[in-house]
């Protein structure tokens, strides 16, 4: 099969189809071996990659950072915290504009929704969103993807989505990659916490199987992924109303009895107590191997966009 | 004859509209009742434009019961000009007049996508910021017709009239 991706932006999941995505998650496969010490590659060598922080996401920037250098290419590492003409208001798309001259693609993270769509019309080189605004954040999705693929299976997959499906960015852009799946989704989340109506309809207009429930034990026994996500505090008025309803969505080895064996847990990280610590030695537990599915699946994403022999 | 009339005349004879008082322009007829001023504002067109512009809102109507027209003195509008008010006024046609005469008369149709028209209903996108960017959509027209701003991906759920730019 070939696919062109060169030159191509990675905004949305919505810009693939599910052709594009299994041949993303085939080609991570095929690189994962030079994710790990040892193997190395230099099909990225010369190419330069400029991370584009607007605000602080350490482990995706530092993800993209070895991603790059495993394939033998160089990083140019732009922030607005440190006096730059970013942080003097200049436009995003004047940023863009200059910076996509200094190198072969750019690496976005903004805090606007949208940010990545409107620099993409800026750049001269290919954009990949590594998250804006609580919109979207397509390699975390494929790195979530390619965990499933791992770690369960995407063929007949009943999956539920846990926490904050309201400002979760991440949730989103799986809920609408797990649909082209047809996999059974569970929303389990508290009454305020409940993932958009727009969202919702336009799931459900793509065949989305979807059910809502506020209670997590309801679907402990049933699925065979447990996608759990952080609630914030920031997004409750009061703090006591916060500890109550984080409680109810936090899950201990204890209430694992009736998981399937084979059930897994995934969390896009960092967590805070939203797992407790017990759960790490159980075998549900994925979401370490999970994080480092970053590397490959982003060493993929990069190769395909930029890698010369495509 | 009821409802409000402002310049021009209208009339209904036989069924059919006859459009006085244009020499050259264009006239919007089958405007669904109200809406009237609505197109203005898509067109861009205030009192501060240029144009002689007649408004006849809730006119009786064979096929709708009750619609509004619109007439634009000395200028006719393309159709990529007025198709965007197929978003609030599916059934509208247009009619170019030239020396009186109607020299071309068709019914609008939703554009593919549609730019600095309507606002994003999400606060946090990135149009609504003092980048340089005009809200834009993306209209999917098999029915229900959904608008997704080009932006953010958030879909139009709301009444796009309260969204209208100007
Ligand atoms: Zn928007």
């Keep these: ?115 990545a769509r409107m620099a993409a019309n800026c750049s001269d080189v290919s954009v990949i969103n590594a998250g804006d605004g609580t919109g979207h954040h397509p390699t975390q999705t494929l790195l979530d993807l390619y965990a499933i693929r791992k770690e369960a299976s995407l063929d007949g997959l009943s999956i539920a989505l846990v926490g904050d499906l309201k400002y979760g960015r991440t949730v989103h852009s799986l809920a609408y990659a797990l649909t082209l799946y047809g996999a059974k989704i569970y929303l389990v989340s508290p009454e305020e916490l409940r993932m958009p109506d727009s969202i919702k309809k336009d799931l459900n207009d793509l065949g989305a199987c979807l059910e809502e429930t506020s209670n997590i034990n309801d679907v402990i026994g049933g699925v065979s992924v447990l996608y759990m996500t952080r609630i914030q505090k920031e997004r409750f008025m009061d703090p006591v109303e916060y500890d109550k309803v984080a409680g109810s969505y936090r899950i201990t080895a204890d209430m694992l009895k009736d998981a399937g064996d084979d059930m897994v847990i995934m969390h896009p990280l960092p967590r805070v107590d939203e797992i407790a610590p017990d759960v790490d030695e159980t075998k549900h537990a994925v979401y370490f191997r999970q994080s480092f599915y970053g590397v490959p699946v982003r060493m993929a994403v990069l190769s395909l966009l930029i890698g010369s022999e495509q | 004859m009821n409802g409000s009339f402002v310049g021009g005349n209208v009339m209904n004879v036989k069924g059919e509209m006859r459009i006085k008082g244009i020499e050259n322009g264009t006239v919007i007829d089958h405007i669904k009742s109200g809406q009237a001023l609505n197109v203005l504002r898509i067109l861009g067109i205030s009192s501060k434009s240029a144009e002689v512009l007649s408004i006849a809102m809730n006119v009786p109507s064979k096929l709708t019961h009750k619609k509004d027209i619109v007439k634009v003195e000395g200028r006719e509008l393309s159709p990529s000009e007025v198709n965007k008010i197929a978003l609030i006024t599916p059934d509208a046609t247009i009619n170019i007049v030239r020396d009186s005469k109607v020299i071309e008369k068709h019914k609008v149709s939703l554009p593919n996508e549609i730019t600095g028209v309507l606002r994003c209903a999400n606060a946090n996108c990135i149009s609504n910021t003092s980048e340089p960017v005009k809200p834009r959509f993306i209209i999917s027209k098999e029915p229900p017709v959904k608008l997704r701003c080009f932006y953010c991906d958030r879909l139009m759920v709301e009444d796009v009239v309260e969204h209208l730019l100007f």
């Design chain 1, 1 to 115: 099969m070939s696919i062109g991706f060169s030159k191509r932006h990675v905004i949305s999941m919505r810009d693939f189809s599910r052709d594009e995505i299994d041949y993303i998650l085939a080609e991570a496969e095929r690189l994962e071996p030079y994710a790990h010490h040892g193997k190395t590659s230099d099909v990225l060598d010369g190419k330069i990659l400029a991370n584009l922080f607007f605000e602080p996401s350490t482990r995706t920037r530092l993800s993209f950072e070895t991603a790059m250098k495993r394939l033998g290419g160089e990083v140019l590492n732009v922030s607005s915290t440190e006096g730059s003409s970013m942080a003097k208001g200049e436009t995003l798309a004047d940023t863009v504009r200059v910076i996509s001259g200094y190198c072969d693609v750019i690496v976005l993270r903004h805090p606007k929704d949208g940010a």
